[in-house]
């Protein structure tokens, strides 16, 4: 099913300007998903869900500009993290976590007298655990920049008592999940930027309130289904640019009320039936207007 001008879709949903979208549903300008779903601009995810211009993420999340990780999660700007969580700057990083120009956490360059963990930028002598910038007694934990009292989890920039989770930037009581920039009280699920109280999924921008399903940009209230570009109230279904209330079936750009059809670019209420550029009463639809017309 494609959306606004989408080509080439086997067997999937594309959304805005989505080509070659096999077996899976793109976001916004997501090219050849297969098996997968893309975030903005997310090229050849697979295995996972990239943020913003996350390339070749394999099994896992990147960040902003995460290039090239495998089996790990990387921060902003960091490259070929591998078995670990990088922040910024963070380069090559293998089996462990650098901060903001962490070098050489064990066996690679400029490492400071680092044994059995990783520092950041003149972090000294870090035994068993690791240390963030200036972050002082952490022990057989991970701080972040200026991050005090971290016990079990990972904190960032000036997360306070973060105990067994893991924080993002600014994010606070983060409870068995992973929280964005600003996300606050993510319980067993994922929060995007400003993601607020999501539970059990994974929110988009802004998108709160998500549960068991996937909301993309100012994607509000997804219940258990996947929502486009303000796309509201989902439920069991795939719904696209601005498509509002799909119950049972997946509407195109602005497409109204499709059940158990495809509609085409303003295609309103096909039933089994595909509709053109602008066609309406495609098939079964068709034949009911034109016993209509002949009726009248």
Known sequence: MSGRNGYCTVGGMSGCDGYCTVG??????GYCTAGRMSGRDGYCTVGGMSSRDGYCTVGGM???????KVGGKSGHDGFCTVGGISSRDGYCTVGGMSGRNGYCTVGDRDGYST??????RDGNCAVGDMS???GYCTVGDMSGRDGYCTMGGMSVHDVYCTVGRISGRDGYSTVGGISGRDGICTVEGMSGRDGYCTVGGMSGKDGPCTMGGMSGRDGYCAVGGMSGRDGYCAVEGMSGRDGYCTVGGRS??????TVGGMPHRDGYCTVGGLSGCDGYC???ICRAVMVTVQWE
């Open 132 to 134: 963030g910038r200036d």
């Open 282 to 284: 495609t098939l079964d």
């Open 252 to 257: 195109g750009k602005d497409g109204y009320c």
């Open 115 to 120: 044994v059995g963990g990783m520092s950041v």
């Open 62 to 68: 990147s960040g902003l500009g995460g290039y090239c």
């Open 24 to 29: 899976c549903m793109s976001v916004r300008d």
